[in-house]
Structures are given as C-alpha cells and as structure tokens.
C-alpha cells in the first residue's frame, strides 16, 4: 500500500535556542529563547509539548469516535516535556497529564491507551524517552 503525506509542517529557523522560527505560510513567527532563560520568546520543549497535546487529544477523538462515544467538551492535556542532562548527555523525559471529565475511569483509560498507540508524536518518541500518561 503507497503511503500519502497529508501534511508537511515547513519552518525556517535561525539563531538557534535563542532564534527566530517561521514557518512557510507565515501562520508560526516566533521569538525563541532558552528554557529557564529570561527571554520572551518560546523554546523547542513547549513548541513540542503543545504540538503533542493537540495531536494527543485529536487521537483519542478517533478512538472515542471507534467506541461511538462522545469525547468530552472539556478534554484537555497538560504536556510536560522535561529537557533533561545526566553526565554532560542532553534528553528528554515528558508527561501526559489527562483530562476526561465525566467518563468513567476505565473508559477513558481505554481512550488513552489507544490514543498513545496511534498518535504520530506519541510513535515517533516511542522507545526513544520516558513517557508518563496519568488520567487526572
């Protein structure tokens, strides 16, 4: 079966950790700066944290489509994505924490596990960082 690329994200970016990033179509122009740093731009850590959430959410909208079962209005994902150094080496580790209000525990357990087996961050990290995913 041919694989078909529904998407290409395309940025430019310059100045490293302390850059500019812009995308292709203008719609992402950002200042960057260091995490823990003063400065007033984003970093790498919460562009990726953001971009996994949203993703996150929108697979286990799939897999609560598959159960005919509403997701709720209120889902949401807190990201934490931990830039980590252990003997000059740099990693990261990250958590998801989620919320599905009004589902039961199991149910919405269920929605979690299938979403990280399904969502492309989640695939692409798998086996390569320590991942938590806590229902909250």
Known sequence: MASKVLYTGKTHTTGGRDGWARS????????????????VGTNPEQLF???????????????????????????AVDAEVDLVNTDGAYFLQARLNVRLPGLERDVAQSLIDAAHQTCPYSKAIRNNIDVELNLV
């Open 24 to 39: 292709s179509d203008s719609k992402l122009d950002i200042k960057l700066s260091a995490p823990g740093s003063s400065g």
């Open 49 to 75: 944290a953001a971009g996994w959430s949203a993703c996150f959410i929108g697979a286990m909208g799939l897999a609560a489509a598959k159960l005919k079962i509403p997701l709720p209005a209120d889902t």
